[in-house]
């Protein structure tokens, strides 16, 4: 007998993984990539983030579990503006450098269209997967999009008139139990980008609202 859970994983893995090839309008050497970085815990823990304006990065809540101090390779370390446990979102400051912004999806999700997810999903490499939209529900996006172990808080894309945007925030994959385990479904779940930016409006710094870009 099987029953679903939700499950909200960190990456512990040090296991090079190679990216997935997902057939998509996103160019391979396009900046949108560079948005998405990797939120260290501590040595080989971490969550992703993505940039959403300069110097500002969402992320899950629930990476920050037992008051973690984020921080990027570089060594530049997170502060916090603003999280709403709910939602499991977090706003983060920290230097993004010149990294580029994911601006927002425009459109309301629609079952059936092609998304992808984006998250660091082991300690080398970003993972990039396609799939397709299944159901909008109040608890967030379902997708056939599959994520692992260190991918919450990555980006789920997609794309619309040749331009990457941001339809929402990776957070957690549905799984199921059988026989006393727990098993990936591949089922991904996300935030989406109108909570997104509901979070920021009223959480965020009042100057955070002129910075956001939208498509």
Known sequence: MSRYLFIYLLSVSCVYSAP??????????????HALVKLNMSP??????VVIAKDRVLTVAHALAQGARLYLDSGEVSRLI???EGLDLA???????????LP??????????????????????????????LEVR?????SSAAIAAGSSGGALLSCEAGQVSLL????????????????????????????LKAFIAQYGHPAQQQMLATY
């Open 20 to 33: 997935s090839m997902a057939e998509s309008c996103l160019d391979a050497n396009g900046q949108w990539r």
């Open 44 to 49: 080989g823990v971490h969550a992703s983030g």
């Open 82 to 84: 603003a999280v709403h």
């Open 91 to 101: 706003l983060l400051h920290i230097n993004t450098g010149s990294r580029p912004s």
């Open 104 to 133: 927002f999806s425009a459109s309301l999700p629609k079952p059936g269209q092609p998304l992808y997810a984006y998250g660091w999903s082991s300690a080398h490499v970003p993972e990039l997967n396609k799939g397709k939209l």
């Open 138 to 142: 109040w608890s967030g996006l379902y």
């Open 168 to 195: 929402g925030l990776l957070r957690a994959y549905r799984a199921y139990f059988n026989n006393g385990f727990a098993h990936n479904s591949g089922v991904s779940i996300a935030v989406e980008a109108t909570q």
